[in-house]
Each structure stands twice: as structure tokens, then as C-alpha cells.
């Protein structure tokens, strides 16, 4: 073996290709991930970045264009940009023509001459994902998916949510990937899960014997999972109007971590096990017929909706949905599971509040509902809270709500965190998929929320509500 092929497989030389480059997943995240990684020293010591686009740019053009980025985004250490651009390269093609990929991996060939070893290589599809299969087909064809060999080289694909539109674009969008690459091969990627707070959820849950007895519907009696955002479309309107918001953040980041929250115990906390369980606890969810989608759900639209550009004029997509779900996982059957999301609304806030059942024998007589809630941040806040009562001081027996708490940012310093995208980019990297969304576990949110968006769509059950555009929208339980 000779000196660079005994490199621990984390350090080899390593190439990323980007479909995408120019588009608004590399300005708003990738690049910077990438950077951040850099200036920690997280990548491998020799990598090279080819960003592949239609536009007529060259070498110097891309990395002109990526530091206006990182410029006008005010990215830190600005010394360290001329070295860190230094590594990209550009490749001008259509995703769908076959010699733009014949010729990447002749110079990709090359590269890895220069080198003297087959380098890992990672395939990322930053575009809209009706480029999707082109670009999967024409890898494959190409032989730039194909390992060197078992030991050397590992190829890996990353793709973007949506995964397919619905459930049998899903399974057909599945059944391509699982042609043409092997299972390991493929990151699909949910940012949420690799949010500093949304890591922490399993760790929460499972790292702390006082949680373990009362995390069943014997003490729960609901969880509420919500995204609510004050920003409104966003000139995004042209894709928003096809999704609407269901699609958009239930069938993925909502319902991801509403499975966190309710899974099983992994037998081990390896990648494998935690995978499994959590798509367990998706595929418990209950499927709604149309009766119970006209009781259990709520959908609105924000007053001024139709009027974004690229929104049809007549348009019925939702802006906010609200959908009381159930699970068949015995620890949580019977216990009110509430998704709930909207754009344009009076606050931002992304939490899931667990709320106690009331306890049965209170040493005094309390006014009122007294239930313990747990309230876990993950944006803006990044902290959990507990509410739980203690008796006032003095002669009286009155009770008061205090709070436990713990803040993310007021117990770490903030150079500690790392970045949902940087955090996966990383685990891409050294190969490690626990935070990579599985085909079931797709399948299976997919199958929860297709009779509920059949159902609005096709039958208006219910009626879509308007909403006041920067008002919240208060619905009883
Ligand atoms: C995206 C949705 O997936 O998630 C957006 O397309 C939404 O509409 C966003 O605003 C929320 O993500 P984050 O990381 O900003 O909370």
C-alpha cells in the first residue's frame, strides 16, 4: 500500500461536483457550508469543487461570481477567500446532455492521474428536481457514479427535497436511484435534521431517565408540532402555488420532527437502528379518509396570496394547514399528534410543545388548568423550556407557573455551532447517513398526507379560510 492510498478514507483527496452552481441552494447554503468547513479545517486537505451550470462561465467567471457572494454576505476572514475559490472549477452543459458528463469524467479521469489515486467524489443535485432524473441517468451512463473499487474512491449522490410531487412520483423517483445506485450511495437530504437543536432531540429524549416513564399517552396528552413563519411567499410564488404548504414543510421537516419526537428507544444509537425507528414511528401515523380530513384538518390562505407574482389568480392552495393526526405506536395511540404551519403570520416560531395530562391529585386546590409543558425551540429561540408550578410563598397555599430552561446560546458560545447544511455536508463526507431521510421513511409521509391534499383539492373539504396577512390564526383544539 502506498503512502496516499494508507490515508484514513476521511482525508482522501475528495472532489464535489455541484449541478446547480449558480442557482440559490449554492448562494444560500451550500457555499457557505462548504467555507465553513474549509476555515475548520473539515475537508478533506486536497478537494476540488467542478460546479456544473448552462451559463457561459468559465473558471474565473465562477469563482468571480462566488465571491460576490461571500462578500456581499459578509462571510468571516476574508484572507482566506482567494485560497478556499482557488479550488473551484467550472464545467458548462446541459443537465441533459450525455458528452457534458462524458467529458466531466475525462477530466475528472485526469485529475485523479495527477493525483495518483482514485479520489471520492460527490455528486450534488442543487436544481429544481425536474432535472433530477437527467442528471442521475447520465451520471450513471457516464461512469462517474461508479466506485474505483470497494476500498477507494467512494461516489455519492446528494438530492434535495421534494422528493417526488406525491406518492408514485415518490416510488417512481425511488425506483430510478435504486437502479442506478446503491442505497449507501444516496443522501437524501432534510435540512431540518441536521439543525444544532434538532440533533439534540434523540440525545434529549433518550439521555434522561426522568423523561423515560411519562413519554407515553399514559402522561402525554399532546404533541404540537409548529412552523410558523412571518415571511410570506417571498417571490416564490411560481413553485409555492404547485406545493402549497403541506408539501412544502408538513410532508417533510413537520413530520420528521414529529417522528423524533415519538419514536421508539433505538436498540443502539447507530445510523441503522435510529433509521429504522424513526420510520417506524412515520409509518404509524394514521391515514385519514375524507370524513376525517373535513374534522381533523384546517387549511387557509393569507388575504393578498393571489395577488404574488407566478400565483394563479383563482389559486386554492393553502398558505397554513392545521391537521390533528394520530399515531398506532401503542405508546401513543389515542394522543392528539398536531401539525401545524403557516406563512405570513403575526410570529416566527419553529417548536414542539408537549403538554401533560393534568395530575390527577393535586396537594391544593388549583383554579384553573394546571398541566406541565415542555416546550422544545429549535428557531428563532434554540432552547427547551419545562413549565412546571410551585406553591407561592407565604401563608397561602396559592400555586405559581415558573419555568426550567436551557438555552443553546446562552450556554455555548456561538462559534460552537454549526450549520444545519455544514453539518450534513460533513456527515456526507465521512459517510455517516443517520441524518439522511430513507425511501420508507418518504413513502411513508407521502402516504399520510396524499388522502389529505386529495381531499382539499378534489372534494374542498373543508373550505379553504382566508387569513389576515401578518395576524395569527387561533384555532381550538
Ligand atoms: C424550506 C421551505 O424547505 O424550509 C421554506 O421550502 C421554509 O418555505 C423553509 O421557509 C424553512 O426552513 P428554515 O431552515 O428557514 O427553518
Redesign the pocket.
Known sequence: MNAITALPKFELPTIFVIFGVTGDLVKKKILKALYHLYRKKRLPARFRVYGFSRRDYDDEKLQTYLREIMESQKYKDPEQFDAFLAAFYYVKGDFSTKSAYEDLAKTLGRIDGEWSICSNKLFYLAVPPASYSDIVTNLHNSGLTEPCSPEEGWTRVILE?PFGTDLTTALELDTQLGTLFKEEQIYRVD?YLGKETVKNILVFRFSNSFLTPSWNKNYIEKIEVRLL?YLDVQGRGDFYDKVGALR??GQN?MLQLLGLFIMDHPYKFIPEDIKNKRSEALASLHIMDASEVGKKTFRGQYNGYLQEKGVYPKSQTETYFRIVARSDLPDFDGVPLILESGKALEREM?EVVVTFKETPLCLYGIEGEQKNTLHYHI?PDEKITMKFFAKKPGFSNETAEHELGFDYNKAYSKELFVD?YESLLFDIIRGDQTLFVSTQEILSEWKFIEPIIKTWRNQNIPQLIEYEKGKNIEIKS
Open positions: 427535497k435540512h413563519e412544502d414543510v421537516h419553529i428557531r444545519d
